[in-house]
């Protein structure tokens, strides 16, 4: 399968963290040993929806670094959902059988750093806390920042207290506490390196507060996994499998593509990895790039598309697929 | 200069001040003054600007050292080696916070040793730049006793600890700042081939 490895996995656990965060265990099925990963890894999860395959990706949690006997990861009901981490929350239960793939790690800690900056917006704690995790084990200095809309929506800042003790500085809007990235990039020796995830718009403002206090690119680590939004209908030709088909107003073009029964490649599903850039014969209509891996010249020029989240405003758009 | 089909072969810019960086540190040898003092001129980034800088050896003529005293940056510091300009270098580096920005110019064998020093000082290598000025001589290591050799100019070279005749390779490691010398007479003693120049 082009997403790599599958692991047939059970949930064996799971847990609300907080009212929108739930936790889930996944064993694996048949016995066999899950791998280690990094901090900052992701897995995909393959849910069987009932009358659609949910493929979700979310960062694994420091708590199973080991791999072997299970993977946790911690899912957001998100508002703007089309339906995976909704099902995820109402339906996945102790029992429940589905399938991830192998970890990916596109968020990892740069080992020849001399000090790590970590820096945490609501669910972006997840491959946060797991770095956090992996650089208490290794004894290397870090600092973890975690902002939250309020104390209930703060998964893990308890945990992490007990764990972190100072090295970890929570900020609650609701107690009027405010994040300040200058204040944190000041007087940073060399060799830090800054690590963030959270919000689109909270990563926009630490990455530029950053690159104006002269921080060169290479120090500067971001995780920007998109949710792919929906969008209006347009029909898709696969040129090469011959196979026409349209690609739903809650569809991404990639789950069209694997509706239609054609393999295409994946891993990160989120508009990062690079994996699933697909050459474009004809688009009729204006392509909507809404990745963060082709480049701008790439993007205006069209030659291709990352099928992950990217999509057609028009007709039709033609694949070589 | 052509450009080599070996991939660590360092390659050379121009020297250009970051906008945004808190501090610029320029180092410099010899001819690399000139560079220094074309890309900070009357630049902004002046009043933010150590500059450390060395004659290059033997020479008697103080022009650059006389033009660099006229910028009005925040610091300048004349050493009369480039071992004493390394030694305040690390001083420096060892208290220097991050939107530090380093800029190299000189020869290449000058630029190799400060960059590896910085790099063991924790800057980051996107933070470095470095502009070649002056005679093109490398710094080699010997693979076979590991000694370094300042200031060679062609290849063969002789590897001033052991003596072995070296074929001088593109090969650049980073961490040493240094080029790689393997005996070129290994297979055939005494049949060393007449020395080339290296390129500017």
């Not at chain 1, 050459?279 to 009729?284: C, G, I, P």
């Not at chain 1, 990745?291 to 694949?319: F, P």
Request: glycine share 10%; charged share 20%.
């Amino acid at each position: 399968m082009s997403g790599g490895v599958q692991f047939p996995v059970r949930v064996i656990e799971t847990e609300a963290i907080s009212p929108t965060v739930k936790r889930l265990r996944l064993a694996p099925r048949d016995g066999q040993a899950l791998p280690a990963y990094s901090a900052g890894s992701h897995t995909v999860l393959t849910i069987d929806g009932g009358s659609r395959l949910i493929r979700n990706a979310y960062s694994l949690l420091g708590s199973t670094l080991a791999g072997g006997a299970a993977y946790e990861v911690a899912v957001q009901r998100s508002p703007q959902s089309r339906g995976g981490s909704a099902f995820i929350h109402d339906h996945l239960t102790v029992g429940a059988d589905l399938s991830l793939s192998a970890p990916i790690n596109l968020f990892a800690l740069n080992r020849t750093a001399r000090r790590h900056i970590l820096v945490a917006g609501g669910i972006g704690i997840t491959p946060i806390a797991a770095m956090a995790a992996e650089l208490d084990a290794l004894a290397l200095p870090f600092e973890l920042h975690y902002a939250m809309r309020d104390t209930a929506s703060g998964a893990f800042a308890a945990e992490l207290a007990a764990r972190h003790g100072d090295n970890l500085h929570l900020y609650v809007s609701e107690r009027q506490e405010r994040l300040s990235v200058r204040d944190i990039l000041a007087r940073q020796p060399l060799g830090t390196h800054l690590y963030v995830c959270g919000p689109e718009r909270m990563i926009e403002g630490v990455m530029t507060d950053a690159r104006m206090a002269g921080w060169p690119e290479s120090a500067l680590h971001a995780e920007r996994f998109l949710a792919p939004e929906g969008g209006e209908p347009f029909a898709l030709r696969l040129a090469r499998s011959g196979i026409s088909t349209v690609v739903g107003e809650h569809e991404t073009l990639l789950e069209a593509i694997e509706a239609a029964g054609v393999d295409a490649p994946y891993l990160c599903r989120g508009g990062a990895c690079g994996q699933c850039e697909t050459r474009v014969l004809a688009a009729d209509g204006h392509l909507l790039h809404a990745d963060h891996y082709l480049t701008d010249g790439q993007k205006s020029r069209g030659e291709t598309i990352m099928t992950c989240v990217s999509r057609l405003r028009g007709r039709e758009l033609v694949l070589d697929l | 200069m052509q450009p080599s089909p070996i991939k660590s072969r360092p390659l050379y810019g121009t020297l250009a001040p970051v906008a945004h960086a808190m501090r610029h540190i320029a180092i410099a040898e010899g001819e690399g003054a000139s560079a220094v003092i074309e890309a900070f001129g009357d630049h902004e980034a002046l009043s933010r600007t150590t500059i450390l800088f060395s004659p290059a050896p033997y020479r008697t003529d103080r022009t650059q050292e006389t033009f660099l005293a006229s910028l009005s940056c925040e610091a300048l510091s004349v050493a009369s080696s480039a071992e004493d300009l390394l030694g305040e270098l690390v001083t420096l580096l060892s208290t220097a916070t991050m939107g530090t920005r380093l800029y190299v110019s000189g020869s290449e064998d000058f630029i190799g040793r400060v960059t590896s020093e910085a790099l063991h000082q924790g800057i980051d290598a996107d933070a470095i730049q470095t502009e070649h000025r002056g005679a093109p001589t490398r710094r080699v290591q010997c693979v076979h006793c590991k000694g370094f050799t300042d200031g060679v100019s062609a290849s063969p070279a002789t590897c001033a600890h052991c003596g072995i005749h070296l074929l001088v390779r593109d090969h650049y490691s980073r961490r040493l700042g240094a080029f790689m010398g393997v005996s070129i007479d290994a297979e055939a003693p005494g049949d060393i081939p007449p020395a080339e120049a290296f390129g500017a």
